[in-house]
Structures are given as structure tokens and as C-alpha cells.
């Protein structure tokens, strides 16, 4: 089909066609394409054949050519090559070709075929299945009157105040705006937060100026008055799309010092508590005011009873999920073609669901995925819906995959440390042997016993409002409280105990031979544990984690070459803060890499002691500026929440209170810290204790590296039961646990 070009103007020959469909595109020219120019009349057809129009054809001297001409026409009664006369010819490329009229009758006949209408049965055609998920309504939810959005919003300003006698321009940030009604008039009113933290609301004096009516349009260096023209301000930063306040005025050496990471990022204003989540029904809720898409994001955790003790319901839990996912495979995938998705996961205490993409259609898509998840309830054996043959499939795929866990020496050593940090936590292994010889009613039997109990916590994100986050919460009750179903009070859930590290000068752990006898490699995991979760403790392992990540991996992997993976990092496990030091080599032992490990740790205090102040300061300014940075996406902002809300530590501004507290950290605490929960040797010489955790797997390498590999002379018992043997010693040995960690 021929788009109108000759409408085009001469200087969008080129690109006029591509602009209809920009980034603002006109409904009414579209239709117009489609509907008065895209259509038969306006058609060109271009054919090419091997059939006709070969040279020879156009030769009449050669007899053969009747033959062929009668075999064309045949072939294409509508076109007679011997009629045609001689072919016209390109002349660029000298290309040979014909032009030929086409009927009026052919013309109709085009005509009638493109009319929309659905198609004749006898062609076996049909129309695919009409989508349920594609959204029709894409608008922008409104926000409150009092806490209203406007482009001066999280802009960084300056403000002529008048002190004394002296004017003088202060800096500051717009935080809030709201409209009043005062009699007939509207009063809009501009909340500013200043340097010292002290907030003061202005009345905006041209609510109407274009700058303010089109987001698109404000730039630096507006200039504007508060309060009937008594204050005048500048605007000296706007803020990028999605970003918060952003604190940027102009001050050239102050602000070229924080890119450069010579001076402390600003803290940015507290957020108003409107703009945290907020519980309703027991549901916590949030409208996005940042990414402003028509999107949204359900996160729910539900945690059954009697599950962290048993390595059958574990099981069970993880093959619930996946026949959820087979059942909703054909559901899913309508809904991913219109953005939108879901997903159900397991974990040791129950199972999670999440559900994301255009909030027009996403509660529709919630209800189908709660509604098959609820249908496993009450039942026998497995609910009508689920096909035949699909359980053993499923559990087939699943109890391969327990077979084929923890393969690579350096994720199966962290598995090890969360099975001696977790006691709750059941293996790959244990799961597998329970999951066996399992049958569709034992199975039913479970997770009937399962759902009847449950603890249930959902957050809602996005494009939403307070009604929307009732709706989503009254769609959760309806699902989960049919049938025999009871809750768990918040204070009844069991509570995640992580296990205590004792202290001692040795680090007791645990030692495995790698699941697969072909692994080369060996990797080694030394954990540290510091304390129960504490803002102060928290910024000082992040801080301790910053310094070292460069210099640890320098020594072992650069300077050393252990080995190709080494990294160290803060670890936040339940509730309770440590660090962890992971190396996987294929040239020395473990024992060795633990040594170097210790002697990394104890030869790296001299140089936090002679550590210049400036590159102090330098490792202070980059981890305070990570911590500020504004989120990618409506996602990432909803997993910041949601691991608040789902760890129960509801600190929806800690990155903010942690750059605070960083803030105050000198070097001479982040030493003191330092000698007391990782250097393994006292300035003295002296041996020190340390709530240390070492875990090595040991792989079947050529030389030093399978030195001391973990031997298991009874045929009859598999690695995996091994290790599972090995926790189980470990945590008999450690009983003690950190209790209930409150926040």
C-alpha cells in the first residue's frame, strides 16, 4: 500500500512517514491513513516471475518460444505475454519490465475482500482469542488536593529573603504543593524546605504561568515570586524523570565538589508520610508520584503454618508453585502480550505472588492467579483444572532440578552458610528425598493442611489510590477466606531464628566435598557476625564493606591470583548484620585461602590507620551518594518497600537515616569497629575472638587444591545426605540462635 508522500511537504520527504508515529501521535490522521488511503484503490502491485518475461520470450525468431507462451498463458489467463508487445526497460539497471491496467472487475473484487467481516467457515480461519488483558483506560490517577503534583515539585530554588536590612538569596526545595479555597479564589501554595531543615509554606503568586501548566517547559533559571511579590525566587535545578528532591543550587565549587566526591552529598528532605506506605485493611499501599506510567505492582506474602520445620511441605510449597505457573502458562501469556505479568515463588515459610504491569487490567489478572492458587484448598486430590499428566511432569521438572542444585562449588558454599544461618531452611537434597515417591493425593492432603492457617501481607504500588488499594485488598480476603480458613495473628507467626556464631579465637564451619565429583574448583566463605540489626552497626559494616572491596580484590585475585572469583560484602540475614569474605580458587587449598583471608584482614589495618582523611572522606562520599541514588523504576522503588514491609523492619527511609548516620561516622570508630568484629590478630599479636562462620567446599582438582576433600566410604549414603548429616552436626553444636529479633 502507497502512503500520500506527494502530500508531504519537500523537506520531510524523507522522514515525514516515520514522524506520524512519534512520540505524539494524531488518532485522526491514523484513521485517515488506514481508512481513505490504505485501500485497494490506491493499491500498486508489483509481481515477479521465473514464468514470463525472459528475454527469450520477447524474441519471436526462436520456434520454441510458442510452446513457452502457450504454457504461460495457461498459467496467467489475465496476462498474455505474446499481447504485452516488447517490455519496457529501467534505466538504471536496465531492468526489463511490464505495465499493465488492472479491470475494474478485479478492482471490486479487492474492494469486497477488504471489507472487515469475519471469514467464510469452509476456509477453517479463525480470529485468535479475544485478549481480557489489554488495557483500555491508560490515564493517570489523580492525587489529593492536599499533596497535588506541580512541575516546581523536588526543584531546587533560590529565595530572596529579606534579613534585617539585607536582602539575601537562601537555597531551598519545594516539597509539597496543594490548592486552598479561600471564598472564590484558589490559593496554590508551596511547601520549601531549607538548608537547616526548617520548612515554611508561600503562597505562588502566577499559578497560570505556562511553565507551570506544561511539566515540559520549566527550566532552569525561572524566575517567579511567593506572596503577593514580597519574595522573589530562581529555579536552579529540575529533576530528572522519576528522581526525588534534587538538591542542586548553583554554587559551583560546592556542587562540582560533590560530583567529584570531595564533599557530603545533600540529605534530602524527610518524605511526607502521605507519600509512604500506608496500611488499609491490614494492606499497605502507595501511590506512585515519581515514574508517572499508568502501571502498578502487587506484592503478597503468605506464610503457612507448620512449613519451616518440615522438608516435605518445603517440597510441597515448591511444587505448588509450578503447577500455579503450568496452569496459568496460557493466561500468562495473553496477558504478557499487553504488559502484564505474574509470578509465585516459595520460600521456607510459605509462598510469595506477585502480579505487575498496566493497573487497568492487572486486578482482572490477580483475581485468575489467586483463584487458581486458592483452588488447591479443601480438596482430595487435585483440583479439576490441573490436566492430566501435568503433576508428574511438573514434579519430574522439579525434583531434576533438586538433583542438579548447588553443582558449582561457589554457590553451593553460600548455600551452605544459609543452612547453618537458617535452621528453618531445608536442602535441595532432604526436599528431593521426600519428594520421591510423592502422589498427587499426599500432596493435595499437605496443601490442604497448609492453607488453612495462613499469615497474609500485601503491599500495592503504582498508579493507584486509597480506593484502589481497598480493592486490592478486599480481592485478597475474598480469595483466601472462602472455605476452611483461619488467620494467623501477627504475634502467633513463628518467628525466624538466625543461628548465634559463638566467639572464639578458631572458626568453627563446616567442610563438604563439592556435589559434583567432576567439579575442579574449591571455594571458601568466611562470614563474620556483628549483631542484631542497628543503624550505627549497619553503616559501619557498609562502610567497612566499601573500604575493602577494592583493595580485597586487588590482593587476592590480582596480586595473589587465588582465583578467579573473590569478593566480600555486607550481609543482612533475618535481621542480623555480618560480612562475608568468598573466594573460589583452582590453585591452592582452603585451608591456605583461609589463611590469606586472616592475614588480608590483619595486614589491612595498618592501612585504615595511615589511611589519608581525604581518601577516607572519599570512600565515606561514594557510599552516602550509592545510598541516595534515585531508583531505576517503579520496580526497584516497589523491592525497596516490599523488603521493608516483608523483613517487618517498616524503615521506609533508611537510606536516608543511613546517610545521616554516615555522616557521622569518624575514622577513628570505623578502626575501633574493624578490631573488634574482623581482625583475627590484636595489635599485640595476640589472637582474637570473632563470631566466625568458615565454609569450604572442596572440589576434586588436580594437586593442592582437593587437598583434605571430605571422603564418604558408605556407598549406601549420597553426598548430598552427607551434607545434610554435616548441618545437621553443625546445629547441634550451635544451638544458640539471636531470638526474636523486634525492629
Known sequence: AMCPWWNLPEERLLDGDSLLFGDTIDNAVVEDLLFNYITPNNTRVDLMSSLFGRDGDTEPTKESNDAAIAEICDIQQSFNVAEAGTPMIEPRFGTKFYVEPISDNTFQQWCTAAEPRLPSTDLLLNLPPQNPFIPSNLDLKPLPEDDAAHPLLNCSVKVCITVGKKKSWFPAVVTQYKVQKNKSLDVHRLLLSYEDEDEKWHILDSPNDKSFTDDSSLEPGHEGSFDGGKIKFKVIAVPRHGEGAVLRYGDADHDDDVEDGMAFPPIPPAALPSRLPQIIHDKHGIKDRKFKRPVADLRIKVECDGVKDSALKQGCLDLFCRLCGDELVETCYLASTSELGSSISSNDTGFSIRVWGFDDKLFDLARIVLNVITSFKDRDDLPPSIKSGRFEACLESLLRGYRNSGMKASSFVTTLRLLCLRP?????????????????????????????????????????????????????????????????????????????????????????????????????????????????????????????????????????????????????????????????????????????????????????????????????????????????????????????????????????????????????????????????????????????????????????????????????????????????QFHTKNKDTWGRITF
Open 424 to 728: 528453618s531452611l531445608k536442602s535441595a537434597d532432604s526436599k528431593l528425598q521426600a519428594m520421591e515417591s510423592i502422589d498427587s493425593k499426599t500432596f493435595s492432603a499437605e496443601m490442604t493442611s497448609m492453607l488453612k492457617r495462613l499469615a497474609i501481607e500485601s503491599f500495592y504500588h503504582g498508579n493507584a489510590t486509597c480506593g484502589d488499594a481497598k480493592i486490592a485488598a478486599s480481592i485478597i480476603y475474598e480469595a483466601f477466606a472462602s472455605g476452611d480458613h483461619s488467620a494467623i495473628p501477627k504475634k502467633n507467626i513463628s518467628p525466624k531464628f538466625v543461628t548465634k556464631a559463638k566467639e572464639t579465637v578458631e572458626c568453627t564451619g563446616i567442610t563438604a566435598p563439592s556435589l559434583d565429583p567432576k567439579e575442579p574448583n574449591t571455594a571458601v566463605e568466611l562470614y563474620v557476625q556483628v549483631d542484631k540489626d542497628g543503624l550505627m552497626n549497619r553503616c559501619l559494616v557498609d562502610l567497612i564493606a566499601q573500604i575493602l572491596d577494592e583493595p580485597f580484590y586487588a590482593d587476592l585475585r590480582t596480586k595473589q591470583q587465588l582465583g578467579y572469583s573473590v569478593s566480600c560484602g555486607a550481609r543482612w540475614t533475618y535481621g542480623v548484620i555480618g560480612m562475608s569474605f568468598k573466594v573460589t580458587t583452582s590453585v591452592v587449598s582452603a585451608n591456605n585461602l583461609i589463611q590469606r583471608i586472616n592475614k588480608f584482614l590483619s595486614d589491612y589495618r595498618s592501612e585504615l590507620i595511615d589511611m589519608k582523611h581525604e581518601t577516607y572522606m572519599e570512600n565515606v562520599i561514594a557510599l552516602a551518594k550509592n545510598k541516595l541514588e534515585m531508583f531505576d523504576s517503579l520496580e526497584d522503588e516497589c523491592d525497596s518497600y516490599w523488603s521493608e514491609i516483608s523483613e517487618g523492619r517498616y524503615d521506609f527511609e533508611t537510606h536516608r537515616e543511613e546517610v545521616r548516620c554516615l555522616r557521622s561516622i569518624t575514622k577513628e570508630m570505623l578502626i575501633d569497629a574493624y578490631d573488634r568484629w574482623f581482625v583475627p590478630v590484636s595489635p599485640n599479636g595476640m589472637e582474637k575472638k570473632r563470631r566466625g562462620l568458615v565454609f569450604q567446599v572442596i572440589g576434586s582438582g588436580d594437586g593442592v587444591v582437593s587437598e583434605d576433600r571430605p571422603v564418604v566410604t558408605d556407598s549406601n549414603v549420597s553426598l548430598g545426605r552427607h551434607v545434610d548429616d554435616l548441618v545437621a
